[in-house]
């Protein structure tokens, strides 16, 4: 069952990843359009349907399958792993701001930039090039 769970960890996480990716993009696009307009309503549906029928469920799956697979592991005593929980939590919390920019579009309030939306469009790469090389390396 181990690697069954394993297997669903990676593909939520895959999940997770390609919505936190995307989501960001949308947000530098959707800068430009004019509130109101028929772009703009349209970059609030993708937003929406993205985070709530994607990036949500892939993130709860993936909490759920990593936390078992660190209980039936044994890892939770593992340094590896306590770097990685961090960054995960880390990451967890860059989904919460986005989910907060998706309302924020919503509601035509944005206050961002396209060059902000551009820049923190790589926090979540980096956090997963992080998380990767803990758990691949575990260099501690």
Known sequence: MYEWIKALHVIAVIAWMAGMLYLPRLFVYHCDAQAGSKQSETFKIMERRLLKAIINPAMIVTWLAGLYLAWAGHWFAAPWLHGKLLLVLLLSG???????????????????????????????????????ILVVVKPF
């Open 94 to 132: 860059v989904h919460g701001f986005f989910s907060r920019c998706v309302r924020d579009f919503g509601a035509d309030r944005n206050a961002r930039s396209q060059k902000f939306y551009r820049v923190i469009n790589e926090v979540p790469t980096v956090l997963m090039i992080g998380i990767v």
